[in-house]
Nanobody
Framework: EVQLVESGGGLVQPGGSLILSCAASGFTFSSYAMTWVRQAPGKGLEWVSGISSSGSSKYSADFVEGRFTISRDNAKNTLYLQLNSLKTEDTAMYYC??????????????RGQGTQVTVSS
């Protein structure tokens, strides 16, 4: 059974930083691309960033503007999202998701329960 457990969210001031983690189990983590998506209050799911199975290819949505960095540690079965220069509009529940293939395609299946990021002064 695929299990994805996000952590690292919290309350941070505008301009602050957070590191989100996603611990994966129940599948061969190193064989699959992974994705971060988010959902702001009252809005739909929004893709944030994706990474190939090896970590050699990374992709981000335009709104990221270089502020977020996706990475993975296949030895630890863990996906990360470094969030810098946070804005109030980044407030959302952040989810990690398992892609269908080793290359990133934006097509994902299972996702975790999420970790809340709140950006407020």
């Amino acid at each position: 059974e695929v299990q994805l457990v996000e952590s690292g969210g919290g309350l941070v001031q505008p301009g602050g930083s957070l590191i989100l983690s996603c611990a994966a189990s129940g599948f061969t983590f190193s064989s699959y691309a992974m994705t971060w998506v988010r959902q702001a209050p009252g809005k739909g799911l929004e893709w944030v960033s994706g990474i190939s199975s090896s970590g050699s290819s990374k992709y981000s949505a335009d709104f990221v503007e270089g502020r977020f960095t996706i990475s993975r540690d296949n030895a630890k079965n863990t996906l990360y999202l470094q969030l810098n220069s946070l804005k109030t509009e980044d407030t959302a529940m952040y989810y990690c998701a398992k892609e269908l293939y080793s290359y990133w395609s934006g097509t994902y299946g299972s996702r975790g329960q999420g970790t809340q990021v709140t950006v407020s002064s």
